[in-house]
């Protein structure tokens, strides 16, 4: 069977949806876990992505990392990836935060 160039690109986008509810969901488990924390009046915890989702080839840990950076830093949270795990803080607020500007000499 011949495929079609659209074929291919169709394929791809359902890997690419695939991958994005595997981080989705995962993201939903962490946002549990930060608001158990919370309860627990915590204000800081260490998250552990998967490393490996078993039966799914589509998962990469790295692009994960990047998601869970990604929306936890636009949610207000402090984030540091420190190996396989996320370092989250929730402490200071936005407005708390003090920035300083840098600038760099090339």
Known sequence: MIRTVQDLHSV???RKKDAHQIYKTIFIDMMTKINK???QQAFNMLYKPPTVIMGNINYN???C?????????????IVFPMSHNLYIDW???????????VTFNI
């Open 12 to 14: 791809n986008e359902k």
């Open 37 to 39: 924390k919370n309860d």
């Open 61 to 63: 840990h790295k692009t």
């Open 65 to 77: 990392m990047l998601y869970l950076i990604r929306k936890l830093s636009k949610a207000g949270f």
């Open 91 to 101: 402490s200071i607020t936005k407005r708390e935060r003090v920035r300083k500007k």
